[in-house]
């Protein structure tokens, strides 16, 4: 039986803290911003705060600024602080109180699924960019998965996330159906994550 096409962003898979929260640090989301799903990469804007990141189709020098997790906002329909696993872009939020939980720790690994080509083992240690894909606002999932278009080793592995592992347990469970089938689950870390040095506000 085949995998099934259906991408949920980066899943939290280890990491130096530990479940439900891992380590989790919060940052400003840019007023107005794009949806952010849980699962999604994240960008760092030059005013201090993140994005949703876009398709990555090359090397990004400075690297994601981590994954989202969730957030919190104040909301002028609520009328009150609302926190969500996912973050509705819009009016809705007060500007300045906008705040995403993300985890941009370098050690933490991610699930994440691959595209229809599949990623064998032999693509461990190859860096890789990913697409963003449709993110689901009835469940605040993301849609983000692996672009095995931009599988890259060597001197210039320098997108932004690395294969580290390819899930094989248990036993005919999603990716584990043979080495290098279409929509694998594959466990990634960050290669060159921007915040690997910064803890959040």
């Known amino acids: 039986m085949a995998n099934t096409n259906a991408p949920f962003g980066f899943r939290q898979y280890q990491g ?3 479940a439900p929260t891992y380590e989790q640090v919060q940052f400003p989301i840019a007023y107005n911003s794009t949806n952010i799903f849980f699962g999604d990469p994240v960008t760092a804007v030059n005013d ?6 876009a398709d990555t189709s090359t090397p990004a020098a400075l690297g994601v600024a981590g994954v989202f997790v969730g957030c919190k906002y104040l909301s002028t329909v609520q009328k009150r602080t609302v926190w969500s696993n996912y973050y509705p872009g819009g009016t809705d939020p007060v500007s300045g109180s906008i705040y995403a939980y ?3 720790d370098p050690n933490a ?3 994440v699924q691959g595209d229809s080509t599949g990623i064998a083992l032999a693509d461990v240690n190859a860096t890789i960019g990913f ?5 689901n606002t009835s469940n605040g999932i993301s849609g983000a998965y692996l672009d095995t278009a931009t599988l890259q ?3 210039l592995a320098n997108f932004p996330f690395k294969i580290v592992g390819v899930i094989n347990d248990p036993p005919g469970a999603q990716g584990t159906l043979s080495n290098g089938q279409a929509y694998d689950q594959v466990i990634v870390m960050f290669n060159n994550v921007f915040t690997r040095n910064f803890q959040g506000v």
């Not at 697409?131 to 993110?135: A, E």
Request: proline share 0%; net charge positive; hydrophobic share 25%.
């Open 102 to 104: 993300i985890v941009n």
């Open 131 to 135: 697409k963003i894909g449709s993110g």
């Open 16 to 18: 130096n803290g530990s």
């Open 153 to 155: 080793t060597g001197t």
């Open 109 to 111: 690994k991610f699930v």
């Open 48 to 53: 201090g705060t993140v994005t949703q990141s």
